[in-house]
């Protein structure tokens, strides 16, 4: 899973190079868009964003999100990301 943790990390950094500039730590429980909880560390991608970085992962993982279970509503954290495209549900 650390695999997956780092490409999705970098792909995230090259949609967003201010996130690596900051040197914020991207970690499993920060929220993609927005958290509810104001302790949650926030991303705060955009919806552009978001469409690149799927299809960032889609190339760097060989799949297509559409043929598969993954519903993109349930990302909400880099943890579920991860967790989609390493297959662990």
């Known amino acids: 899973m650390t695999e997956?943790?780092?490409v999705v990390t970098r792909a995230i950094i090259?949609?967003?190079p201010d996130l690596g500039e900051s040197g914020e730590v991207i970690t499993r429980?920060?929220?993609i868009f927005y958290a509810a909880d104001p302790d949650q560390p926030v991303l705060?991608?955009?919806?552009?964003e978001a469409l690149e970085l799927i299809a960032v992962l889609e190339r760097e993982f060989g799949i297509?999100?559409?043929d598969t279970?993954?519903?993109?509503?349930?990302?909400h954290t880099v943890g579920d990301v991860v967790d989609?495209?390493?297959?662990?549900p």
Do not use: K, P, V, Y
């Open 4 to 6: 997956a943790m780092n």
């Open 14 to 16: 090259d949609i967003r």
């Open 29 to 31: 429980d920060a929220a």
């Open 44 to 48: 705060g991608l955009d919806s552009m």
């Open 64 to 66: 297509q999100l559409a």
């Open 69 to 75: 279970d993954i519903r993109i509503t349930d990302l």
């Open 84 to 88: 989609a495209m390493s297959g662990t």
